[in-house]
Every structure is written in structure tokens, then in C-alpha cells.
């Protein structure tokens, strides 16, 4: 079992930014596949970011590639989202997974087995 709790969102203005940690313990985080997710009011939960245990591979959407970055400290067990650039539709709640498996489609859903209660961020226009 891994308990994921997500901390530093907030409210910041267009163009500025946030960076997002995921603190995780229990299991030991650094063996899992690591992602970022987020659901904004009336849609669907989506992909953000993944990382491998490595930490050598990232995978991003299409729409923060170029604007935010993941990484792990696994020292730590914390993942972190550095989100730059900010846009009024990058508002959603933020949500830290985690999948125990050693690889798998890490932009899907379905592939994590633990989740954090989310964080909201907010980007004013």
C-alpha cells in the first residue's frame, strides 16, 4: 500500500508559476511508476506527466510539453510537477498516482493503483 499526498498547488495568475510535490509513503515510491493527472470542473480526469522508476524516461500530454516538468527524488519518495507558463485552462484539481508495475502505458488511468485526494490550482486570467 502507498499513500500519496499532493501539496503546493494554489492560485497564481496567467503566465506564472507553480511547482506540485507528491509525498509518498508506505511502500517504498522509488519502485513505482510515478504520474500527474487533473480534472477540471465538468471533464474528464486526463494525463499530465509520468515518469519511470529510472527517472531516466518522462512522458507528457501535448498540451504542458514545453511548459511543465516531472521528476523524483526517490531519496525522498516525493515526485514533483514543475508547471510553468501557467494558462487559465491548466485549472483543474491535480491528482499524484502511482503504479506498482516495473512498466506499463503510464498515461492511462487505469494503470495506477494508488491515487492522492487531489489539489486544486487555479490560474486567473
Known amino acids: 500500500q502507498v499513500h500519496l499526498v499532493e501539496s503546493g498547488g494554489g492560485l497564481v495568475q496567467t503566465g506564472g508559476s507553480l511547482r506540485l510535490s507528491c509525498a509518498a509513503s508506505?511502500?517504498?515510491?522509488?519502485?513505482?511508476?510515478m504520474g500527474w493527472f487533473r480534472q477540471a470542473p465538468g471533464q474528464k480526469r486526463e494525463f499530465v506527466a509520468s515518469?519511470?522508476?529510472?527517472?531516466?524516461?518522462?512522458y507528457y500530454a501535448d498540451s504542458v510539453k514545453g511548459r511543465f516538468t516531472i521528476s523524483r527524488e526517490n531519496a525522498k519518495n516525493t515526485v514533483f510537477l514543475e508547471m510553468n507558463s501557467l494558462l487559465p485552462e491548466d485549472t483543474a484539481v491535480y491528482y499524484c498516482?502511482?503504479?506498482?508495475?516495473?512498466?506499463?502505458?503510464?498515461?492511462?488511468?487505469?494503470?495506477?493503483?494508488?491515487w492522492g485526494q487531489g489539489i486544486q490550482v487555479t490560474v486567473s486570467s
Open positions: 508506505g511502500r517504498t515510491a522509488s519502485n513505482y511508476i
Open positions: 498516482a502511482a503504479d506498482p508495475a516495473p512498466y506499463g502505458k503510464s498515461w492511462l488511468e487505469a494503470s495506477y493503483d494508488f
Open positions: 515518469i519511470m522508476q529510472s527517472r531516466a524516461s518522462t
